[in-house]
C-alpha cells in the first residue's frame, strides 16, 4: 500500500488529486455519519410561526454547519495522515 501511495506523487497532477481525494472522502464520509447518529434531528423542519422557530431555525442551522466543518477537518486530517505514513513508512528501502 505504501509502494503505491509513494507512487501516486510521481504521477501527473490530475491522477495523483483523484488518488488523494479517495482517503479524503472516505475520512469525510466517515466522520459526517459519526456525527449524524449523534446529532441526528439537525435535517430541514417545518417549523411553521412557531414562537421559537426562528431560534430553532438557527439552532439547527448551525449544528449542520459544524457537522459539516468538523467532517472536511476529518477528511483533511484523514488524509493528512495518510501522507505522513506513506513517508514514514514508505521511505527508502
Known sequence: M?????AVFMMNDKMSKV???????LGMA??????????????EQNLGSEVMGSYA????SQ????VWL????GGVLNLLLVILAT???GGEQ
Open 2 to 6: 505504501f509502494i503505491m501511495l509513494s
Open 63 to 66: 449544528k449542520r454547519w459544524l
Open 70 to 73: 468538523f467532517s472536511t477537518v
Open 19 to 25: 488518488v488523494l481525494a479517495i482517503p479524503f472522502t
Open 57 to 60: 431555525c438557527q439552532a439547527d
Open 87 to 89: 513517508f514514514h513508512f
Open 30 to 43: 466517515i466522520t459526517y455519519l459519526i456525527f449524524r447518529f449523534k446529532f441526528p434531528d439537525i435535517e
